[in-house]
């Protein structure tokens, strides 16, 4: 599975290192995500789209937010699991 990420580089600064951060792209989710109790979820992005989220035009902001909008058709299951006494 694809994801959608976005990262960043801080450089150091005074007496503060520099790192890298990075997120993965949510949106809300699905019944059956939020039948698990998550209320956020992964965008899975079509390998498609890989190309032209990996080097984006920064002139066409649209054309990422398509990306975002045409998730891989996913299915989740989640299975209850009862804790041991």
């Known amino acids: 599975m694809l994801l959608a990420c976005i990262w960043r580089h801080v450089e150091a600064e005074g007496?503060?290192?520099?790192?890298?951060?990075?997120?993965?792209?949510?949106?809300?989710?699905?019944?059956?995500?939020?039948?698990?109790?998550?209320?956020?979820?992964?965008?899975?992005?079509?390998?498609?789209?890989?190309?032209?989220?990996?080097?984006?035009?920064p002139n066409a902001l649209a054309a990422q937010m398509a990306i975002l909008e045409d998730p891989i058709d996913a299915v989740y299951q989640h299975v209850m699991v009862t804790p041991a006494t």
Not at 23 to 30: F, G, H, L, M, S
Not at 45 to 51: M, Q, S, T
């Open 15 to 57: 007496n503060a290192p520099g790192f890298d951060g990075f997120a993965a792209v949510t949106r809300d989710p699905p019944p059956e995500v939020l039948a698990a109790g998550h209320n956020r979820c992964i965008i899975p992005i079509r390998p498609e789209h890989v190309a032209a989220w990996l080097d984006p035009d």
